[in-house]
């Protein structure tokens, strides 16, 4: 199967389709953190080269609900424009001459101002092992919702079953406003936001996840 892994630098889902012996190319602005198959440049001239799958994780600064507050702010006079610009972005992606595709993206505005529509599924990090809460929208197309929690069976020569990872409990903490918060995103607000170093950590696919589409979609 050829996959085509959109807006992604970490090579972190990449990898897990070319270890299942899958070509699996990973495209992006930046370049890879990992060794592996990555197109440098604009992945809306690759949707054509002949993909069976696309997984998507388009940039969601201009879509996640935490960007709306700037809406309208006289500090950020583009920003509306450059919202409606990354929604535009998305509907191309969503429309590519591709059988199977996926758009991962926080909780935000594609459900009610594009045509994408509704989530097919909300996932979180802790239903695939990791004890971090993410929630993650994915929008699907000729492809079935991610399973998790327990033992499912898959056929791959009529003997083959497939293991899933089980649904863990987030680690949480405490804020001194009394707000509980994911252990995980508090400690990568301590990260640095020079080269825009927080948001690559925290736009990185968790490893579970990255499996799981492997093993199921693939």
């Not at 080269?49 to 700037?70: E, K």
């Not at 993410?134 to 492809?143: A, D, F, H, Q, Y």
């Not at 990872?165 to 804020?175: E, G, M, Q, R, Y």
Request: net charge positive; aromatic share 8%.
């Amino acid at each position: 199967m050829r996959v085509l892994i959109a807006c992604e630098f970490s090579g972190v889902v990449r990898e897990a389709f070319t270890k299942r012996g899958h070509e699996a190319w990973s495209c992006d602005l930046l370049p890879s953190e990992i060794e592996g198959k990555h197109i440098q440049g604009d992945v809306l001239k690759h949707l054509t080269d002949g993909w069976d799958l696309m997984i998507a994780h388009p940039p969601c600064t201009y879509l996640c609900v935490s960007g709306l507050r700037w809406i309208g702010d006289a500090r950020y006079p583009d920003r509306e424009r450059d919202q409606e610009g990354a929604i535009v972005f998305v509907e191309k992606l969503w429309g590519a001459p591709i059988p199977k595709v996926a758009i991962e993206n926080p909780v935000g505005i594609l459900s009610s101002k594009s045509n994408l529509k509704r989530a097919t599924q909300t996932i979180e990090p802790f239903y695939f092992g990791h004890n971090a809460s993410k929630k993650t929208c994915l929008w699907l197309r000729g492809l079935p919702k991610l399973r998790y929690g327990g033992a499912i069976q898959m056929s791959f020569d009529d003997k083959t079953t497939l293991s899933l990872t089980a649904i863990v409990k987030p680690d949480l903490v405490t804020l001194s406003s009394g707000r509980r918060m994911s252990k995980w995103y508090v400690e990568t607000s301590r990260v640095s936001l020079k080269n825009g170093l927080r948001g690559r950590i925290r736009s990185r696919t968790f490893q579970g996840i990255a499996d799981a589409m492997a093993e199921q979609w693939g």
